[in-house]
């Protein structure tokens, strides 16, 4: 919200289109066919220019310490300091971490997010998750499509895409005009087989494990992202569908997030020069990066490929960061 005084001295009375802008919020109010008379102070109530709500998840503390990941806390924790920290824009974040960041934590914290965001839809909600992710081994209910993916909370409870997807649509606004939830998720997440029995059948591909059994990647989550993506939403995953997302002990994060968050940080993401940086120009600086590393690092073998997911396509041309 914007606060503040206009004084012209040089309008003749009569009735404007007002419109109020300012470089930390990312959208602008016009005011249509107010009035303007001298010696009167015209009151134009709250000015709610768009600002980003944060929600930003890690996990490395798990049920079983043998599923325990890293630097999935330092991800989110670099995450909280750059999205929110340096950035141009005007935003609130909520940081859940082990303990705090339950089934029904992350859930409810979707839920007091939305209460406290503009109700035309001006503000942008974010959203990303480092942790585990899993693949229902159960089909889904509807014929044809694949079984449901799901992030795995502290407590080893699911969220599965459809309870993910249901929870933002009720509790984030909308614009009234276009329907639109300005929404982008940010997923570096891995899957353990077997991990959960209250899951009911979660399944996964496995992480690997190095020579002192230190877990050395995370899997994606490439049906959750496209799923989010058709009901219109940005998804940028840190791998491909059949890859993995890599950790590294020297980056103390994962490699994904920490290229992604030093695009941002020193603004080399900003291709084009314009002081902005979108989830494409984001996607585009750290893609390149986490693959030279991850080849340098694991061998010639391993291959991580960041994705982004729009629908549509000019959803990920919206800017996520402004450069200081």
């Known amino acids: 919200m914007l606060c503040g005084h206009a004084l012209k001295t040089t309008l003749s009375p009569g009735t404007y289109d007002v419109s109020i802008t300012h470089e930390r919020f990312i959208n602008g109010l016009t005011y249509p066919g107010v009035w303007v008379v001298a010696d009167t102070t015209t009151h134009l109530g709250e000015a709610k220019l768009g600002s980003f709500f944060y929600l930003i998840i890690g996990i490395n503390d798990y049920p079983d310490e043998a599923n325990d990941l890293h630097y999935a806390v330092a991800d989110a924790d670099l995450l909280e300091s750059t999205l929110w ?4 824009y005007a935003g609130k974040v909520v940081k859940l971490t082990d303990q705090q960041a339950t089934k029904a934590g992350i859930l409810n914290a979707i839920a007091a997010i939305g209460d406290e965001m503009s109700p035309d839809g001006q503000d942008y ?9 899993a693949s229902d081994g159960e089909p889904s209910p509807n014929p044809g499509d694949p079984p449901y993916e799901c992030l795995v909370a502290s407590d080893g409870q699911a969220i599965y895409d459809y309870e993910l997807r249901q929870c933002v649509a009720y509790y984030i606004p909308a614009s009234p005009v276009t329907g639109t939830r300005y929404c ?5 997440s891995c899957r353990s087989g077997g991990m959960f029995k209250g899951v009911g059948g979660a399944s996964s591909s496995g992480a690997a494990s190095t020579a002192d059994g230190s877990k050395s990647f995370r899997s994606g989550l490439s049906r959750m992202a496209r799923n989010l993506s058709a009901a219109g939403y940005v998804v940028i995953t840190a791998c491909d569908d059949t890859e993995v997302s890599y950790e590294s002990s020297d980056l103390q994060n994962g490699v994904f997030t920490e290229f992604f968050c030093e695009g941002l940080a020193n603004g080399a993401a900003d291709s084009n020069e314009d002081g902005l940086i979108s989830a494409y120009e984001a996607l585009s600086y750290a893609a390149p990066r986490v693959q030279e590393y991850v080849s340098a690092e694991f061998g010639p073998g391993a291959v991580q490929t960041p994705q982004l997911f729009a629908s549509p396509d000019a959803l990920r041309d919206v800017p996520i960061y402004r450069v200081q």
């Open 184 to 188: 982008t998720f940010i997923f570096d």
């Open 125 to 133: 909600f974010v959203m990303t998750f480092s942790g585990h992710g």
């Open 85 to 88: 920290g340096t950035n141009g």
